[in-house]
């Protein structure tokens, strides 16, 4: 995965000159996927909000298929404790919060393959699944 920095007015820019395939705004902070960084030769794996699915899904020229990651709660709060030494653990809390809530209900929302964020057997099954589903799509 790759990460550009732009300034605020050169994000804007890149928005309205049609140059970005999906784009949104978080805590003052711009986050988007511009034409550039995806391939055509290949498939694309990008990790998205609701609005960037929304709006990548809204684009007549890209074909999205939408995989959700599922892990327990408790999993996801151990994995993000652990990152770090010293865990900012409001920081932690308040993410968690906030992606409970924009991911609430997008099932309904979106057609997804759900899997289930394992270890072990269960990783390579889930692996094998999203491979079963997306086979005749990229026939």
């Known amino acids: ?5 732009y300034t605020p007015e050169q994000f804007g820019d890149r928005v309205l000159h049609d140059e ?11 986050y988007g ?5 995806v391939r055509s030769d290949c498939i694309n794996i ?3 909000n609701p609005t960037g699915v929304e709006s990548l899904l809204a684009r007549p020229d890209v074909d999205v298929k939408v995989v959700r990651v ?3 709660d408790k999993t996801r709060l151990i994995r993000q404790l652990n990152r770090e ?8 809390v308040r993410r968690f919060n906030a992606d409970w809530m924009d991911f609430d209900g ?12 394992g270890q072990g057997a269960d990783l390579v099954a889930n692996a094998m ?11």
């Open 33 to 37: 996927t511009s034409y550039d960084s």
């Open 85 to 92: 030494e010293w865990p900012d653990v409001r920081e932690i």
């Open 1 to 5: 995965m790759n990460y550009y920095y």
């Open 129 to 139: 699944l999203v491979i079963a589903e997306l086979t005749p799509w990229l026939n």
């Open 106 to 117: 997008i099932e309904e929302d979106f057609e997804c393959i759900k899997i289930l964020n």
């Open 46 to 48: 990008g990790v998205f």
């Open 70 to 72: 599922v892990a327990e």
């Open 20 to 30: 970005m395939l999906e784009c949104t705004v978080f805590n003052d902070w711009f």
